[in-house]
């Protein structure tokens, strides 16, 4: 079973705009991480949020924890077409590091 | 390119027949993972090793699974009497001591006619 829920399961906007997506977990964690993949490509890593961190900045992106709710926001701030893919949220929980994924949100930004 | 490479990139079996994936992972990485993702789904955890030392094991993997990683470095995942069910992309990734930030290669993706 997966740990994670990404909220919405797909997103389409406009270049230009902003995306938002949500996820939520279940178990008590140590790191969430945030990843990108291109259509049938491997997994690209985006940002780390500690537990102990409510924000986080890297870009064009932005991250936000609430351990006490068990969820993280990601915001893509104007965004372009090479944005499109599928984003995950990732949460590992202890000394193996072994990430637990949600099911994603596909964003597609339009032209 | 130094990252992480899988091999092979598609791979077509029939039902029942045996399939080995090879993955090298970046150089200075101890850790090296297995995860195996469906369409539509996240990837999910099959094992881990660092080092040469497997770690740990999902449910996931059944007694058809067997991973290696002689000598720490490149790893194969096996799949013996593969079934329909096994039809995913089976993903790789590695990272170094600390393990927070992990790098995937492309993958394998996986067809049983």
């Known amino acids: 079973s997966q740990q994670g829920e990404e909220d919405p399961q797909a997103l389409s906007i406009q270049e230009g705009e902003n995306a938002t997506m949500n996820c939520s977990y279940k178990?008590?964690?140590?790191?969430l991480q945030w990843y990108r993949q291109n259509s049938g490509r491997g997994l690209v890593h985006l940002i780390l949020i500690r537990s102990n961190e409510r924000e986080k900045h890297s870009g064009r992106l932005r991250v936000t924890l609430d351990t006490s709710k068990k969820s993280s926001s990601l915001l893509i701030t104007a965004s372009r077409a090479a944005d499109t893919a599928s984003y995950f949220c990732?949460?590992?929980?202890?000394?193996?590091?072994?990430?637990?994924f949600g099911a994603g949100t596909t964003v597609t930004v339009r032209a | 390119d130094t990252g992480v490479s899988q091999d092979p990139r598609h791979k077509i079996t029939k039902r029942g027949q045996n399939v080995t994936f090879r993955c090298d992972p970046i150089s200075e990485h101890n850790r090296l993972y297995w995860y195996r993702q469906t369409l539509g789904q996240g990837p999910e955890f099959l094992t881990y090793?660092?080092?040469?030392?497997?770690?740990?094991k999902s449910r996931l993997l059944s007694d058809r699974f067997s991973a290696e990683r002689p000598k720490g470095s490149f790893s194969t995942l096996e799949i013996q009497r593969t079934e329909q069910g096994d039809s995913a992309m089976y993903l790789c990734?590695?990272?170094?001591?600390?393990?927070?930030?992990?790098?995937f290669g492309p993958g394998t993706r996986l067809t049983v006619t």
């Open positions: 090793f660092q080092n040469e030392a497997q770690l740990e």
């Open positions: 178990t008590s964690i140590n790191n």
């Open positions: 990734a590695s990272s170094n001591e600390q393990g927070y930030e992990q790098y």
């Open positions: 990732a949460t590992d929980g202890g000394v193996d590091y072994k990430l637990s």
